[in-house]
């Protein structure tokens, strides 16, 4: 398994002088192609702020992430643009959709970004609102849409140039159970089919369980780590035995489809 993503001694502090906070302390952390990983903490911990790092959508104070064995702040902004675009997917609660535009047109926009013909545009962000249920509400403006919709748009448009990780914060927040029931079986049948690496900030217990791997933040720090083994991974990883660090993807996959 690939090293995907790997961050060393990633520190973020916000503000400046006496509002000086840092948010993340010295983090270090890495993701395999195809794992599913969920970071959970109280709230305030940090765990946004690691995620947008490792989605290369804030800079951290100190320290590096390293995408596909590149230093990610030796990147130029145009290269920057690109990973973002084609390899990553985003399904943030409060993502800021177009509230203007369509449902398709927002599906479209990422396609947009990459150049793609009008045609395979159309055809593809078509195909990505099947997916989610929502062929019939392509026309509709985005925010005439229930909150449970609205997140299912962002999960279209977050699949549409088939990225490689999909960075999920509270994905289920706010949502009815059947709701995010479904928008949990979307991710990980991504994740079993297409080997999509999940990324997933939740407080919820039960979508956690789900994920290869559970990552506790408290107060800016990492302070536990467990796997769907249950095997502490630092631990496993010290000993040699890498793959345990890798998630169970069938069994996870499997529980997701039951709920
Ligand atoms: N732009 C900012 N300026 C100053 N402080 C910030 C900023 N963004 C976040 N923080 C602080 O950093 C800490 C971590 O914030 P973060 O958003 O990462 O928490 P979180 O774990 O995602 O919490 P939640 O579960 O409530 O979403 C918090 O104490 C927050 O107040
Ligand atoms: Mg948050």
């Known amino acids: 398994m690939e090293k995907i993503i790997e ?3 990633l520190t973020k502090t916000y503000g400046k002088k006496t509002n000086k906070f840092t948010a993340l302390k010295d983090i270090n952390l ?3 192609e195809g794992e599913s990983v969920a970071i ?3 709230s305030g911990s940090g765990k946004s702020t690691l995620m947008h790092l490792l989605a290369l959508l804030d800079k951290p104070t100190r320290g590096t992430v390293i995408i596909d064995g590149k230093d990610a702040s030796k990147l130029k902004n145009k290269e920057l643009n690109r990973i973002r675009n084609k390899k990553f997917g985003f399904v943030f609660q409060q993502f800021f959709m177009n509230p203007k535009d369509s449902v398709l047109e927002n599906v479209l926009l990422p ?4 150049k793609r013909s009008i045609f395979r545009r159309k055809k593809i962000a078509e195909e990505a609102l099947k997916i989610v249920d929502l062929e019939s509400k392509a026309k509709n403006k985005a925010t005439d849409l229930s909150g449970g919709q609205k997140q299912r748009v962002c999960i ?3 699949i549409v140039n088939n990225p490689s990780i999909i960075f999920a914060d509270e994905p289920t927040g706010n949502l009815d159970s059947a709701t995010g029931d479904k928008i949990i079986k979307l991710l990980f049948d991504l994740n079993r089919e297409k080997g999509v690496t999940l990324i997933i ?3 919820d217990e039960d979508l956690a369980k789900l994920c290869g791997r559970v990552i506790r ?3 800016g720090q990492i302070v536990g780590e467990s796997t769907a083994k249950g095997v502490k991974a630092e631990k496993a990883e010290a000993k040699g035995a890498k ?3 890798v998630a169970k993807k069938p069994a996870a996959a499997k529980k997701g489809g039951k709920k």
């Open 201 to 203: 900030v939740t407080h």
């Open 217 to 219: 933040i408290s107060d």
């Open 30 to 32: 890495s993701i395999y």
């Open 111 to 114: 396609l947009k970004i990459a």
């Open 156 to 158: 279209a448009r977050a």
């Open 7 to 9: 961050v060393k001694n």
């Open 243 to 245: 793959g345990a660090k």
């Open 40 to 42: 959970v903490g109280k």
